[in-house]
Structures are given as C-alpha cells and as structure tokens.
C-alpha cells in the first residue's frame, strides 16, 4: 500500500506530462470504445435494414426456387405449410407472398417490376412497407390499388391516381396477361433495388392474374426475438430438406456473414495499433521519469531498498498511469457513444456489404467493451512497466548517483 501512494505521488510530480500521455492513451481507448460499439451498430443496424424492410428474419421457398427464381417453382401444400407455421411458437409472424416478374407500363414509360402479391393486414407484422408509404394510402385488400417504389414512379412518370397495366405471364399457357391498377401509394423504404423495382398488390388479384388457386412461391417469417441463436438453429433446421427450402436472413444474404465476420479482424488490427501506441507512449513517459530521479534511486538503493521493492515501484507507477489513461478514456468514450446514440449517424442509402442502411445508425452502448479494452490498457501497461522497472533495480547506485550529480 505504501509503495501505491508513492507511484501515485511520482507520477504527479510533473503532471503536464502525465496528463499529456493519459490523454493519449485514453483517447486511443476511447476510440476503441467508440469503434466497437459503432461497429456493433452497423451490424444491427444492417441485418435490421435487411429484415424488417422486406425480407424477413427468414423465408420459406420451394425446392430451386432461390437459385433459379422461378415463378412456377411453388411452394407445394401451401397451406399446410402456412398452417403448420402458424402453430410453431418460434414464429411471431408471417406473410405469404407470390412473387412475380413482369412488365409496367403508364401512359409515358414501361419498366421491368417484380410484382409481389401479399395479403395487407398480415404483410404489415413482416415488413414494413406499409410505415414507409410517403404519399396516399397503404393496400386494401381485393382493391384494384397497388403501392409502388417512389423511384419507380418517377421513371413510370406517375403519382397518385393515375393507373398503370401490369404484365405477366399465366403459369399453364404462358400466355401474357395484363390488368389495370390505380396508384394507390408511394414508399420509400432507401433501399435503391426494392424503390425502383417493386410494385406491390393485394395477393388475391396477383394470384388471379397468375392463374387462379392459392398459389404463393415465398412465406416470409418474423421469428419471436427472444429466441436464442441455439433455438434460432434449431428452427430452420426442423425443416426437413427434401421437401421445402427453409432459409434464415444470413443463408438468404450469405454477404451479410462475411461483413459481420470483418468485425472482429477489423477490430483486432486497431487494437494492434492502438495499443503499439499505449507501448511506446508509457515507455517513454516511464524512461523520462527514471532518468530524471537516478539520483533518488541511488539514495534509495543506499539506504538499503531491494531491488524488488523498487521494480514493485516502477511497476505501480506504470499502472497508476493506465488507471489515468483508462478513467479518461472511458469518460471520453461514454461521452461520445451518448451523443451519436442519440443523434445518430446518417448512412442511410449507402450500400454496404450487398445491403442498404434504411435507417439512422446507432452505436452499440455495451459495458463489455469498456471492461476488456481496459482491462487491456491495464495489462499492456503493467507489462510494459517490467521494462523500466528491471533497468531501474538493476542501477548501479555509484554510477546512479554520480550522474544525478
């Protein structure tokens, strides 16, 4: 205890410098804070942008369907399947889908669409098209009404009210089949492929237009969030192969898995540098003290100090100066994770890993990150202080003196 209340005192002694190099330090623990908690919310903040703006935290598909995207690959005994889905406690909510490729076309344009039939009221608990409409109103169910991206009625050059043909081919004869709709809403989702693409419209109509029956070639599942990644598992792999074609949102999205793995290399070169940074800083601020109190060492090593005792010094000293480094840090980091979580980081649009960030960014606020990063500026700082604190009990005490003097 004795040897503590003097390192603390040492390292005060010229506290300009003491400052200076805690701040620096801290400031790189703050920015590994920082960083963390950013990247674990651009990792939410991804696989949210994937699921909730349409995908769904997974879907169901007929055999062939995901790698052919055949629209006559459908997904058979539907509503068994959707029966059967509806019972599983793992599944909040689902929505069955039939999607289509087609043509649109308006007075002035036509334009290639994927038309996706889906029942309104049970669409709304999977996606969220229906919070995204900007303009008119969300569908109505067995109304001639469609929704569509807003990009896609700039270049159809139509709003609300005007109508457009919709063209698609029969499942059995092939032939093409065209029916009129009335724009009945816009929506933004800022996922440039789903805005410029999709035209959305009640399922019975679509089903119709594609020849009739309850036909649907996707089920899109929301999954309870209390589950576990063990019981998230153990779900999709129920699903028995052969027959259907049951996929999770990191299958569906296989680049999503390899943008989440690069979080951890990520993070591990800047903790390389960072704390290459804390080694050469504390070093240097630990020679400087040592070489400017040679004489005291000498005095100490006179009067009969051991040399533990004076490595147990230095050491402390060195973790006297973490403990700066990592209160600052921690301060600066709480600070910064505090602003940008409640002002949040605007990346929406960019495309990033094949997905597109729908919503404002959110940094992570976790007290995991701030337990072992500086949990890691305290080892690497005490192991550091091995270094000076060997050369410091080793010190001639002649010699020591005499250059004091």
């Avoid at 998230?232 to 259907?244: A, T, Y």
């Avoid at 989440?260 to 903790?271: C, D, H, L």
């Avoid at 701030?370 to 001639?396: E, K």
Wanted: aromatic share 10%; hydrophobic share 45%; proline share 3%.
């Amino acid at each position: 205890m004795f040897e503590l209340r003097l390192a603390w005192r040492n390292i005060w002694r010229n506290k300009k410098r003491t400052l200076i190099a805690g701040t620096a330090i801290g400031i790189g623990l703050a920015g590994l804070i920082f960083v963390d908690g950013f990247m674990d919310g651009m990792m939410l903040n991804l696989k949210e942008s994937a699921t909730r703006t349409w995908m769904g935290d997974g879907q169901i598909h007929a055999i062939g369907y995901r790698e052919t995207l055949d629209s006559k690959l459908t997904i058979p005994e539907a509503g068994k399947w959707k029966s059967r889905l509806e019972r599983m406690p793992q599944v909040k909510a689902l929505s069955p889908r039939i999607v289509l490729s087609g043509m649109a076309n308006s007075a002035y344009e036509n334009r290639p669409v994927s038309l996706c039939g889906v029942d309104p009221q049970l669409e709304r608990d999977v996606s969220e098209i229906d919070e995204n409409i900007i303009s008119g109103k969300y569908l109505q169910k067995d109304r001639i009404g469609v929704v569509i991206g807003d990009i896609l009625a700039e270049r159809l050059e139509v709003g609300l009210g005007d109508r457009i043909v919709l063209t698609v081919t029969r499942e059995k004869t092939g032939e093409l089949i065209q029916e009129l709709f009335t724009v009945s809403g816009l929506f933004h989702t800022g996922v440039r492929e789903i805005d410029r693409n999709f035209v959305i419209a009640p399922l019975s109509k679509v089903q119709s237009m594609y020849g009739g029956g309850e036909k649907i070639n996707e089920i899109a599942l929301q999954l309870d969030p209390s589950l576990s990644r063990e019981e998230i598992r153990d779900f999709w792999s129920s699903f028995p192969r052969e027959v259907i074609d049951a996929a999770g949102w990191k299958d569906l999205l296989p680049q999503m898995r390899t943008v989440m793995g690069m979080k951890g290399i990520s993070m591990a070169v800047m903790s390389v540098v960072i704390f290459g940074v804390v080694l050469f800083g504390i070093i240097n601020v630990m020679f400087m003290s040592l070489f400017e109190r040679l004489f005291e060492f000498g005095v100490l090593r006179a009067l009969g100090t051991t040399r533990a005792r004076i490595r147990k010094l230095v050491i402390m000293e060195s973790f006297c100066l973490g403990s700066i480094a990592v209160i600052l840090g921690s301060f600066l980091a709480v600070v910064l994770l505090l602003i940008f979580s409640w002002t949040g980081i605007d990346y929406r649009g960019l495309d990033f890993g094949g997905t597109t960030f729908a919503r404002l960014l959110y940094p992570a606020v976790r007290l995991r990150p701030f337990i072992w990063y500086s949990l890691g500026v305290w080892v690497v700082t005490g192991l550091i202080g091995l270094y000076p604190a060997r050369y410091a009990a080793r010190l001639n005490i002649k010699d020591a003196m005499k250059k004091s003097l």
